[in-house]
């Protein structure tokens, strides 16, 4: 876990991600809330130029996610194990490529939605973090929180969906590796939705 913890200092804006890696990476992804980590293990290896961050304070997740990196001797992965909000607050501008948010916690009780990851704080965070061009990927099985992400996604003038099509957002696309929480949706019977949104000026 030392070698690939991330900590922070008190001051915000003074975490370069591209200092976290011992090799030089082309670009940063971010993943917030990456469970046990099979998303971001699969993603890691297919882009070995591009350094991950995941952020999780589930502890056996954690332990998951460094088993695998441990396993596949991975250099690109870091793992920050608290509030991704937190992080993303120490993070200078335009420095995340893209974004992860993979079956977020979907908080159904109405009095609860204030907890939701997807709000406008944290796309408002993500306007300064991501450079236009860059991509922000959502998955939700949750109908209300469905609605609740395009509600609060559609009226983000910083980002656009690209969606043309229905199956756009029904069909997992090929380059986005399943979720343990995605199985258990989908053996519950449950739809999931896939949301790409570019980050636009
Ligand atoms: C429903 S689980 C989905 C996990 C994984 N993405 C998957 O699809 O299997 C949501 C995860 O988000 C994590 N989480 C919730 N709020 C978070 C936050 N503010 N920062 C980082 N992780 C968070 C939780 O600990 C939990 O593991």
């Not at 860059?134 to 939700?140: G, H, N, P, Q, Y």
């Not at 099509?165 to 053996?187: G, I, L, M, Q, V």
Request: charged share 25%; proline share 7%; net charge negative.
């Amino acid at each position: 876990m030392p070698s690939v913890e991330i900590t922070l200092s008190t001051e915000e804006g003074s975490l370069d991600p591209y200092d976290l890696f011992p090799e030089s990476v082309e670009e940063i992804w971010l993943e917030i809330g990456f469970g046990a980590g099979e998303h971001l293990t699969q993603q890691a290896i297919t882009n070995p130029t591009v350094g991950f961050i995941g952020c999780e304070p589930f502890i056996n997740g954690v332990a998951r996610l460094l088993a695998n990196v441990s396993e596949n001797n991975m250099s690109n992965v870091r793992i920050f194990r608290d509030d991704a909000r937190l992080l993303m607050r120490a993070i200078p501008d335009q420095c995340i490529e893209r974004t992860f948010v993979l079956f977020p916690d979907p908080w159904p009780k109405t009095r609860h939605h204030k907890r939701r990851i997807v709000c406008p704080e944290t796309i408002e965070s993500l306007c300064r973090l991501m450079p236009v061009g860059s991509e922000f990927r959502i998955a939700t099985d949750d109908r209300s929180y469905k609605e609740w992400i395009l509600q609060y996604m559609l009226a983000a003038e910083g980002f656009k969906w690209r969606a043309q099509r229905p199956s756009d957002w029904r069909t997992r696309p090929d380059d986005w590796p399943e979720t343990r929480y995605e199985r258990k949706a989908h053996a519950a019977g449950r739809q999931c939705s896939y949301f790409m949104f570019d980050r636009c000026s």
